[in-house]
């Protein structure tokens, strides 16, 4: 059944990042290159402009789950916007959102997930718990590591400004992340 143009996902994945060329090539911005990384995977073509955002919509695979990946468009800060109307429209279960985010406090190439969990400081996670109304989202925290110092401008010059690791190193990191959120979207990895 489809509801105006979108049709329900067993899944909906969500990249965090900013818009804009300025913001593409930056730490802040992994969680987009994992999303755009797995619709590629996923033979899934170009994505519409839906909900304040790019979203990718097919199957994880074939006879994969039926997946839908967002990228908001409306700043990190603003994401719930974009993804609280996605996940009503897709009427997808909240244990299903799938949320990919720079994590500052995981040495560069870490990946943890989980489910729910607190926020710590995260301002797109602030954004999508007011947009889902609660916490208990998937993550697939990605490791950009954290600079010596926890000066509000230092930090965000850290993810804000270019990788510091080579290009290779960050399509391992991509590489890792994208293989962490299939496990987890094709049922081999729970979240805990």
């Known amino acids: 059944m489809i509801l105006r143009g979108v049709t329900p996902a067993d899944w909906l994945v969500v990249g965090l990042g900013n818009p804009g060329v300025r913001y593409e090539r930056t730490p802040h911005n992994v969680g987009f290159q994992v999303a755009r990384a797995l619709a590629e995977r996923w033979d899934l073509g170009r994505p519409r402009d839906k909900f304040r955002g790019q979203l990718y919509e097919g199957r994880a695979g074939v006879g994969g789950p039926r997946v839908a990946i967002l990228l908001p468009q409306t700043f990190m800060n603003d994401s719930g916007e974009s993804a609280g109307p996605a996940r009503g429209q897709l009427k997808t279960p909240l244990e299903r959102v799938l949320v990919l985010h720079d994590e500052i406090d995981l040495p560069f190439g870490e990946i943890r997930s989980r489910l729910g969990g607190g926020l710590a400081g995260h301002n797109g996670l602030k954004s999508l718990k007011r947009g889902f109304g609660d916490p208990a989202f998937g993550r697939v925290r990605i490791g950009v590591g954290r600079p010596d110092s926890t000066d509000p401008e230092i930090v965000?010059?850290?993810?804000l400004g270019a990788w510091r690791q080579s290009a290779d190193e960050v399509g391992e990191l991509v590489d890792?992340?994208?293989?962490t959120a299939?496990?987890?979207v094709l049922g081999e990895r729970e979240l805990s």
Do not use: G, L, N
């Open 182 to 184: 299939e496990a987890i």
């Open 176 to 179: 890792d992340a994208v293989r």
């Open 156 to 159: 965000s010059a850290h993810v």
